[in-house]
């Protein structure tokens, strides 16, 4: 496992990075739930790697993150996070790179793709080969993929993605018995 520290960041951005995982749903405006679904299906839609002259974002930083010899290059962000063969290192790398994004903006939708971006990373290790790469507990683990799973804007294979890594956190809170699902 290793140290997903956030101790590093002021209060207001631990607050902020966690906040997405902490709001019941309750409240969302449509007209929000539409931006952030269109910005997270182009942000999984991006490659990996992308021509250095285009537009500053997501892809072609993590495309430097991953090293010269990474099989992910040139796949989209979504084959990337929803591949049980994707290396650990690419993982590790997209979810450091969308914490620290998400802590940084300013834009509302940004943040939230980053963070839902940072939770699938999470739970691709977790649903696929049961490894917890984050200090954040399984208990509060089920409880931000539970509500990240809830959103309206979700796209159905982070949703299900979710729900893998849900059911892998339900049952190591309880010793490895699966749990019933309320």
Aim: proline share 4%; with cysteine.
């Amino acid at each position: 496992m290793e140290d997903d520290s956030i101790s590093d960041l002021e209060p207001e951005k631990v607050a902020r990075l966690v906040g997405l995982t902490l709001n019941d749903g309750h409240g969302e405006r449509p007209d929000t739930d539409a931006a952030i679904r269109e910005l997270l299906q182009d942000r999984l839609a991006d490659a990996l790697e992308i021509d250095h002259r285009k537009r500053k974002g997501l892809p072609q930083v993590i495309g430097r993150l991953l090293g010269p010899h990474r099989p992910e290059a040139h796949r989209s962000l979504r084959s990337v996070l929803l591949d049980p063969a994707s290396t650990l290192t690419a993982i590790r790398n997209i979810r450091r790179y969308a914490k620290d994004r998400a802590a940084r903006t300013d834009d509302e939708a940004e943040h939230t793709v980053m963070t839902t971006i940072y939770f699938a990373a999470i739970a691709n290790r977790l649903a696929f080969h049961g490894q917890r790469i984050t200090t954040y507990s399984y208990e509060s683990l089920v409880s931000s993929l539970g509500k990240l799973r809830g959103k309206s804007w979700m796209s159905p294979e982070l949703r299900e993605l979710f729900g893998k890594a849900e059911t892998v956190c339900r049952e190591k809170t309880r010793g490895g018995r699966p749990t019933r699902e309320r």
